[in-house]
């Protein structure tokens, strides 16, 4: 079998099942396998590949057609300029999380040194990708669950960043500041709403960093009163809820209350300081 045969099985295998783009999929998981890149694979499409090549290959393929995250699949998914280590144990990192971290920078830029808290860190994606463009900053990633925490601790190790890392349930309240920035992806799924997302997301991705009724709120009150005069709190949330997050913040006596879009043009991300 060539790769360009095995590729076309393999995108007719997961389009059978289901997934939004069977060729870049398939693509991904025989560059992956290969340790190549997309462009490399399809260019060398008449090379034949070895049984045990194509067995590895129908075997990942086997898992995504069983609409495991793609990122799942591979073990680890890009993230702004890092390349983080993913499984089941934490959540795939998002693009709209990348616009959450870059709202941090630029509410942290010409800060020598502010410290920095990562409220529900999960993979430390938004933790570790504030150290790697602010070098300055002293962060530390929090989370309920240890599992996460073990991800999270890879990554640093994997990225050479450092970043402290500590249990933390957020409905306990925030470690002590005075903190120039909390920044959060909470769960903010409603439960009655779990079945109204895609599969790959409902069945596969952790529930604990998926729902929690209040999360979002806990967060935005706990904060107020751990952050440094003029610090800022910069929240991811669900998509139709920017509107009641910002002004919960001003009746929480935020100032500068302002909300950002993704890259969808969805209000994702909503910040505001501490008078």
Not at 101 to 121: H, K, Q, S, W
Request: charged fraction near 25%; proline fraction near 5%; hydrophobic fraction near 50%.
């Amino acid at each position: 079998m060539t790769v360009r045969e095995a590729l076309e099985h393999a995108a007719e295998r997961l389009d059978a099942a289901g997934c939004e783009t069977p060729r870049v999929d398939a693509e991904l998981l025989l560059a992956h396998m290969l340790d190549s890149t997309r462009s490399a694979v399809v260019a060398d499409g008449d090379r034949a590949l070895t049984g045990a090549e194509a067995s590895q290959l129908a075997a990942l393929t086997g898992r995504r057609a069983a609409r495991e995250p793609l990122a799942y699949v591979l073990g680890e998914w890009g993230f702004r300029r890092l390349v983080l280590e993913v499984d089941a144990r934490v959540l795939v990192p998002r693009p709209e999380t990348e616009i959450v971290v870059e709202r941090c920078l630029a509410l942290i830029d010409g800060l020598a040194a502010p410290r920095v808290l990562d409220v529900g860190t999960g993979s430390g994606a938004i933790a570790l990708a504030i150290v790697d463009e602010h070098p300055g900053a002293r962060v530390t990633g929090g989370d309920v669950s240890q599992e996460a925490l073990s991800v999270a601790r890879a990554n640093a190790a994997r990225s050479g960043l450092a970043v402290e890392l500590v249990e933390l349930d957020l409905f306990a309240g925030l470690p002590a500041g005075p903190w120039s920035l909390v920044v959060s992806n909470p769960p903010y799924v409603r439960a009655a709403d779990i079945d109204r997302l895609g599969i790959e997301v409902r069945e596969w991705e952790p529930r604990v960093a998926l729902v929690a009724e209040g999360a979002t709120e806990a967060v935005a009150r706990a904060a107020v009163a751990v952050l440094e005069p003029g610090g800022a709190l910069v929240l991811e949330v669900a998509d139709g809820e920017a509107a009641g997050v910002a002004d919960m913040l001003r009746e929480l006596a935020y100032e500068g209350v302002g909300v950002t879009h993704d890259l969808s043009g969805r209000e994702r991300v909503v910040e505001g300081k501490r008078p």
